[in-house]
Nanobody, 115 residues
Framework: QVLLVESGGGLVQAGGSLRLSCAASGLTFSRLVMGWFRQAPGKEREFVAAISWTTDYADSVKGRFTISRDNAENTVYLQMNSLTPEDTAVYYC???????????WGQGTQVTVSS
């Protein structure tokens, strides 16, 4: 059974930072593309960042967010700096053969940025 469990969400003031973690099990972690997506209220889910041998970021988070992975711990991270209220969303961890179409999803963690 594949499990992706996110943690690290919460409430932060604008300009602050959060670090999300996603612990994976039940899959060959090192072979998969790991990614983060987010969904704000009333909006569609959108791509945030992905990591395989390289990294990729949405334009809206470039320079502020950093994705990383620890293959020994089967964990992917998302360091989020200079947060704005527009970053408020449920953040989902994802895994699969490509960043565009993940095969597995976590349950999500809420990030709320107050102004």
């Amino acid at each position: 059974q594949v499990l992706l469990v996110e943690s690290g969400g919460g409430l932060v003031q604008a300009g602050g930072s959060l670090r999300l973690s996603c612990a994976a099990s039940g899959l060959t972690f090192s072979r998969l593309v790991m990614g983060w997506f987010r969904q704000a209220p009333g909006k569609e889910r959108e791509f945030v960042a992905a990591i395989s041998w390289t990294t990729d970021y949405a334009d809206s988070v470039k320079g502020r967010f950093t994705i990383s992975r620890d293959n020994a711990e089967n964990t992917v991270y998302l360091q989020m700096n200079s947060l704005t209220p527009e970053d408020t969303a449920v953040y989902y961890c994802a895994a699969g053969g490509s960043a565009a179409q993940p095969d597995y999803w976590g349950q999500g963690t809420q990030v709320t940025v107050s102004s």
